[in-house]
C-alpha cells in the first residue's frame, strides 16, 4: 500500500499526485508507527535525490507536509504507539527544504515554502528563527535585481532573450522605454515564491510570531510594496495580511500586550493606505485584505480610531471601487469593523474624508475618479448636512472639473452627483448654476444613453430644488430637443459611429478603432498599465465621444419628460409637451428611429402614470401609431417594450378602454392588440 501511495505521489501527472494526497491522508488515519517510519525514510530519500525529476520532489514535499500534520495530530493525542523523533524529522525536512526554495522548477519553490510554514505550525517559531536569515536575504536579494540588458542576455534563463525581443517590436532595441517595459513585465526569478514562503511562516507561527516582528523584516516587506512590479506588490500585501494577523491568539481573542500589531500600527496604516489607492485591482484587493485583518486584530475602538483619519475614506471608496471584488469585499470590510457606526465615523473625520474624495476624483485612474464622484454624491444624501455645508465649494469644484472629463462613466458619476449635491444644498450651489446647466445639457445629449438617463435625473433634481426658475430653462430645452429630431438627418452611418454589438466594459468605441492600421506594427503594453503615462488612461479608458445626433437629443428629452411627469407642479408642463412627443415618434425617416421609439414606449407609461389618465386620455391617440409600429416590427427591443407599454396602459385605463380608443382610431391594429393580450409579460 505504501508503495503505490509513494508511486502516485512521484508521477508526473498532477492528478495522480493530487490522487497521492488523498491516499495519504486516508492511509496514516490506520497506519502504525512502522508504517510511518517507513514512509519518511521514502519521503526524505527522495528528497535528497538530486537524479529524481522536479515531479518527484513536488509530490515528496507535499506527502512530508502531509506527514507532519498527522505527527501533530497524533502527538496532540498522547498516541503512544507513535515513536518518531518529529523534531529531528522536521531538521532534516528543514535543511532540505530551504535548498529547494532556489529550484528552477516553481511549484517545488512554492511546495518547498508550504513545508517550512507547516514546520513552523507544528515545530514552533524555532523554525522560522533557523530559517530566516536565508529566506529574507533571498527576497532582499531578488528585490534589488535589475533587469538583464538586452544584449547580454544570459543564457542560463532561457526564453528572457525572446521575451524581450517581443516587448520591444517596433522599438530600437536599447532605448530607454524598452528597458522600462522589460523591467516591468519580467520576473523577478524567485521573489515572489520566496516571500510566499515568508508568508506561510508567519501563518504557521500564528501569535507566536510576535517577538519576531522586528525593524528589519517590516522594512523588507515595506519594500516589496512599493516595487514597480504589480505582482510583487500584491504578494508583499498577503505577506502584509499575514503579518497583521499574528496580533490574534489561538483562542480567536485579540492580544492585548506584546501586540506587534498595534506596537507597530503606525507604519502598516501607512502602507495599508497606499494599497488602498493602488493602480492595479488584484493589489488593490490584496491591500483591502490586510487592512481588515489589521483593523479586527486590533484591541478595541480606541486602537482603531487612532488609524481611521488614514484609513477610512480608503476604505468608504472603495465601496464604490469599479472592480466587482474589491467593491463587495471592501463593502463587508465596512461592515464589520464600523458596525453602525459608519455615518457617523465619516462625520467624525469628515475633514480627512472631503479631501481624500478630493485628491481622488483627480486621480490618473478613471475607475477611482467615478468611484470619487459616487462619493461625494454619498456625501450630500447620508451625511448630516451641518457637517458637509462648510466643504461644499470645493466638493462642487472637484465635481465640475469631472463633468468635463474625457470618460463617460466618469461625466454620468459627476453628474448625478451634482444633481444630488444641488438638491440637498441649494443655496450654496446656486452660484455655480450658470455653469452646471451647460454641462447638464450636454450629459443630455450624451451618445451614452445611460448618461441621458443620468442627466435627466438630476436636472428634475434641479427643478425640484429651484422651481419656476428651471423649469422654464428645462422645458425650453425640451422643445427644442423634440422639435430638432424632425431635423435628424437620413444620411447617419447605420451604426451612429459605434459598434453594433455590447462593447467590451461598457466601452463605447469608434468604428474607426477597427481601422487595421491603427493596431499594426505597434508597440506592446500589458493591459494598458504600460503604455506612456501622457494622460489619465488604461484597459477601460472610456475616451469616445462624438458630436451628439439630433435623435439623442430627443432621447434625452423623452426620460426628462418622465423624469418630469413625478414632480406636481410639472404635470402641466409636461402634458403641453405630448403633441411634439407624439410627433417626434412619427418620424421614421432616419436609421436609429427604432431608439427613439423603443425609449418612447418604455417612458410612455410612466408619465401616463404620474400625469393621471384623465389628462393622458386626451393625446393617447396620438401616439396609438407609433406603438403599434415598434409592437410588429423586426426590431425586437422594440417590440417587447410596445408589448409592455400596451400592458401597462391597459392596467391604467383599463382593458376595454384602451380596446374601444384603438378600434376607434384602426381597427386593423386590434388582432395585433389582442394578440399582445395573451402573450404579453406580466
Known amino acids: 500500500m505504501a508503495a503505490s501511495v509513494l508511486e502516485l505521489l512521484c508521477s508526473t501527472q498532477k492528478l495522480d499526485r493530487d490522487r497521492g494526497i488523498v491516499a495519504l491522508n486516508k492511509y496514516l488515519s490506520e497506519a502504525d508507527s512502522e508504517t510511518y517510519e517507513t514512509l519518511k525514510n521514502s519521503l526524505i530519500n527522495n528528497l535528497f535525490d538530486n537524479s529524481t525529476n522536479w515531479e518527484s520532489k513536488h509530490g515528496s514535499l507535499l506527502g512530508a507536509k502531509t506527514l507532519l500534520l498527522n505527527f501533530s495530530k497524533r502527538n496532540s493525542v498522547h498516541d503512544a504507539a507513535l515513536h518518531c523523533d518529529v523534531s529531528v524529522y522536521g531538521e532534516t525536512l528543514r535543511s532540505r527544504a530551504l535548498e529547494l526554495l532556489e529550484d528552477e522548477e516553481v511549484r517545488v519553490r512554492t511546495a518547498a515554502g508550504e513545508l517550512l510554514g507547516t514546520l513552523c505550525q507544528v515545530l514552533g517559531v524555532n523554525i522560522y528563527e533557523a530559517c530566516k536569515d536565508t529566506i529574507l536575504n533571498l527576497v532582499h536579494t531578488n528585490l534589488e535585481r535589475q533587469p538583464l540588458g538586452f544584449d547580454t542576455v544570459s543564457k542560463e534563463e532561457p526564453g528572457i532573450e525572446r521575451l524581450s525581443e517581443k516587448l520591444v517590436s517596433g522599438q530600437r532595441r536599447n532605448s530607454a ?85 498595534l506596537q507597530n500600527g503606525a507604519q502598516f496604516s501607512h502602507y495599508l493606505g497606499i494599497g488602498l489607492a493602488d493602480n492595479w485591482s488584484q493589489v488593490r484587493l490584496a491591500a483591502s485584505v490586510a487592512t481588515r485583518k489589521f483593523m479586527l486584530s486590533l484591541p478595541g475602538e480606541e486602537a482603531r480610531e487612532r488609524f481611521f483619519a488614514e484609513l477610512l475614506p480608503r476604505m468608504c471608496l472603495n465601496r464604490y471601487y469599479v472592480a466587482e471584488g474589491v467593491r463587495i469585499y471592501s463593502q463587508e470590510t465596512w461592515r464589520q469593523v464600523t458596525h453602525t457606526e459608519g455615518r457617523h465615523l465619516v462625520e467624525k473625520y469628515i475633514e480627512s474624508v472631503q479631501s481624500y474624495y478630493i485628491e481622488q476624483s483627480k486621480a490618473d485612474n478613471h475607475a477611482v475618479r467615478e468611484a470619487a464622484c459616487a462619493c461625494i454624491a454619498e456625501l450630500g444624501s447620508k451625511v448630516n448636512s451641518d457637517m458637509v455645508r462648510k466643504h461644499v465649494p470645493a466638493l462642487l469644484e472637484a465635481l465640475l472639473v469631472c463633468f468635463n472629463d474625457d470618460s463617460w462613466p466618469v461625466r454620468d458619476a459627476a453628474c448625478l452627483a451634482c444633481g444630488n449635491f444641488i438638491f440637498c444644498f441649494p443655496e450654496e450651489s446656486h452660484p455655480y448654476m450658470e455653469q452646471l446647466y451647460p454641462l447638464f445639457f450636454a450629459n443630455l445629449s450624451d451618445v451614452i444613453p445611460s448618461v441621458r438617463q443620468g442627466a435627466a435625473a438630476s436636472l428634475a433634481n434641479i427643478v425640484r430644488t429651484y422651481g419656476q426658475e428651471a423649469i422654464e430653462k428645462v422645458v425650453e430645452k425640451i422643445k427644442r430637443g423634440l422639435a430638432g429630431v424632425e431635423q435628424q438627418t437620413d444620411t447617419t452611418e447605420k451604426y451612429g459611429g459605434l459598434e453594433k454589438g455590447g462593447s467590451t466594459f461598457g466601452v463605447a468605441k469608434r468604428v474607426r478603432d477597427n481601422d487595421p492600421d491603427l493596431h499594426s506594427n505597434q508597440t506592446m503594453y500589458s493591459c494598458g498599465s504600460l503604455a506612456p503615462k501622457m494622460r489619465a488612461g488604461g484597459c477601460m479608458d472610456h475616451m469616445h465621444r462624438r ?73 393617447l391617440e396620438a401616439f396609438i401609431d407609433p406603438i403599434f409600429y415598434a409592437l410588429v416590427c423586426d426590431n425586437a427591443l422594440d417590440s417587447s417594450a410596445a408589448s409592455c407599454c400596451l400592458t401597462e396602459l391597459s392596467k391604467l385605463l383599463g382593458s376595454s378602454i384602451l380596446r374601444a380608443r384603438v378600434e376607434n382610431h384602426n381597427p386593423t391594429y386590434l388582432s395585433a392588440l389582442d394578440a399582445n393580450t395573451f402573450i404579453a409579460p406580466y
Open 547 to 619: 458630436l451628439p445626433e439630433a435623435w439623442e437629443t430627443g432621447d434625452g428629452c423623452i426620460y426628462l419628460l418622465a423624469e418630469l411627469s413625478s414632480i406636481p407642479a410639472c404635470h402641466q408642463k409636461v402634458f403641453d409637451q405630448l403633441p411634439a412627443l407624439a410627433k417626434a415618434s412619427s418620424l421614421k425617416h432616419y436609421h436609429q428611429h427604432h431608439v427613439f421609439l423603443e425609449s418612447i414606449c418604455k417612458q410612455l407609461p410612466i408619465i401616463a402614470k404620474s400625469i393621471g389618465k384623465q389628462m393622458f386620455k386626451r393625446h
Open 177 to 261: 522605454v524598452a528597458a522600462q517595459i522589460f523591467h516591468d513585465t519580467a520576473g523577478w526569478k524567485s521573489l515572489e515564491t520566496s516571500m510566499k514562503c515568508l508568508q506561510a511562516c508567519i501563518e504557521g507561527c500564528g501569535h507566536r510570531f510576535n517577538p519576531c516582528v522586528d525593524q528589519l523584516l517590516l522594512d523588507l516587506v515595506f519594500k516589496a510594496l512599493k516595487h514597480t512590479n504589480r505582482f510583487v506588490r500584491e504578494t508583499g500585501y498577503q505577506v502584509c495580511a499575514a503579518l497583521v494577523s499574528v496580533g490574534v491568539g489561538d483562542d480567536g481573542l485579540i492580544l492585548t500586550e506584546d501586540n506587534a500589531v
